[in-house]
């Protein structure tokens, strides 16, 4: 290993040496990076019944910044919420309109339900073999691992029949969450010394009461608690279709590859630092915010401060305040309004408003910051993961599950897309890339 590390640290200049582009190619050439425009506009791949994102309108013939909206299957998330008001079995329901197009029945989400319940039930011995065998504080790729292993216990992996393929991803559903809690007790357990339990799910209780009963050493919560995971899971299952993972999950069943290996794909672009990983830059943000700023009632500290983060003077010197703007939302993100009386409501109940109040004033401060000192096209507005890390924090869930929370409530959008995939295209992603490549006469190894 030794020669391994001075053979790289030796070679890597290469590397840089060769792989190196001009970015002024990519605009001569017309290249799109990283499938965006100038504006940051999604080049169009494919088409999609699952889910619209809305952040412009058309006014005589112009498009114009507007409020966001989120579409799951043509209803808009914020009706969905509403309509939950006092329901339990949010995500479910909103899981069952995404995989299969319509609204259910009451008789129709307490079936399906169950179904989730039912496969909330891992192989014998998988948690000790498995998720306990190598345990790590990247409990995404402890998840991933453990998706790659299941494959093994499926006689059936490699069939693409659609009821194959769903009966696979309902399973993946219900197994997620046991997935990323026991990956973090093993954690927290051989790493931390901390004590270890395995709870077991509950078939009665909701995804987001297991999520909790299962994390927690009594396995007792509150129905606020319960109802403000359930609204976060909601609102995180599914965006779009253009985003990385959601794209990965796809590439990956257009080449006709298997559902364990689509979604361990999935699993390995959403831990990524530039997509899954948000909330967590915002928590790790504000925990330096708190360092410095004592009154949280002070707008001119917290601006002042602000404005250092923005001209990288502070925290990670990146000029960026996590949690304000989207790469895709212009005015508004749909997701955090709907949210932020929820965490209002959980922020209250569990003596944090000094909290809140801090969270508040830089949601007021900090879009007015940005648009005066950038050039912006479309308005800056705070993000749902300015306030999810918040919330997952009043629950008493540990930052090492912040990520893989985000991939319990994806795997439900992810799966939407693969059936879809799987039951329109047919056909396999394979985009075209300008070769920058001049012919070179071979030399013999003697001469060289």
Known sequence: MENLTEYVEK????????????????????????????NGQGV??????????????????????????????????????????????????????????ELPTEAQLSEFSSVIAESMNLPTN???????????????NSMTRSVLTLASYDNQATNLDIDNVLRQCIGLIGTFPMMAVYGYHAYNHYENDGSMYIHRPDKDASVAEN??????????????????????????????????????????????????SAIAAALS????????????????????????????????????????????????HKGLIYGMGHAVYSLSDPREKVFKSFVEQLAAAKGRDEDMTLYNNIEKIAPKLIAKERKIYKGVSPNVDFYSGFVYEMLGIPRELYTPLFAVARIVGWSAH????????????????????????????DAR
């Not at 909601?234 to 590859?257: A, D, I, K, Q, W």
């Open 269 to 316: 672009s959403l831990k990524g630092r530039k997509h899954g990983g948000a909330n967590l830059q915002v928590m790790n943000m504000m925990d330096d915010i708190k360092e410095h700023i004592k009154d949280y009632h002070d707008e001119d500290a917290i601006e002042a401060y602000l404005d250092k983060l923005l001209n990288k003077q502070a925290y990670d």
């Open 418 to 445: 693969r059936i879809e995939e799987l039951v329109t295209t047919d056909k396999i992603i394979r985009p075209a890339y300008k070769s920058l490549v001049k012919y070179r006469e071979y030399v013999d190894r």
């Open 11 to 38: 070679q890597a200049s290469l590397c840089q040496q060769h792989d190196v582009i001009d970015k002024e190619l990519y605009a001569r050439y017309g290249v799109k990076r990283g499938l965006r425009d100038e």
């Open 211 to 260: 999520i909790l009963r299962m994390l927690r050493p009594d396995m007792k919560y509150t129905e606020l608690e319960a109802r403000v995971l359930d609204i976060a899971l909601l609102l995180h299952m599914e965006h779009g279709g253009g985003n990385n993972s959601t794209f990965t999950t796809r590439v990956v069943t257009s080449s006709g590859s298997d559902t364990y």
């Open 44 to 101: 169009l791949t494919g088409l999609t019944n699952i889910s619209q994102i809305i952040a412009f309108k058309d006014v005589d013939g112009q498009k114009v910044p507007c409020d966001g909206q989120l579409l799951y299957r043509g209803y808009d998330v914020q009706d969905l919420v509403k309509g939950g008001k006092g329901k339990r079995h949010i995500f479910e329901e909103a899981a069952y309109l995404l995989l299969f197009g």
């Open 126 to 140: 998988f948690t000790r073999d498995v998720i306990m065998k190598a345990p790590s504080v990247d409990i995404m």
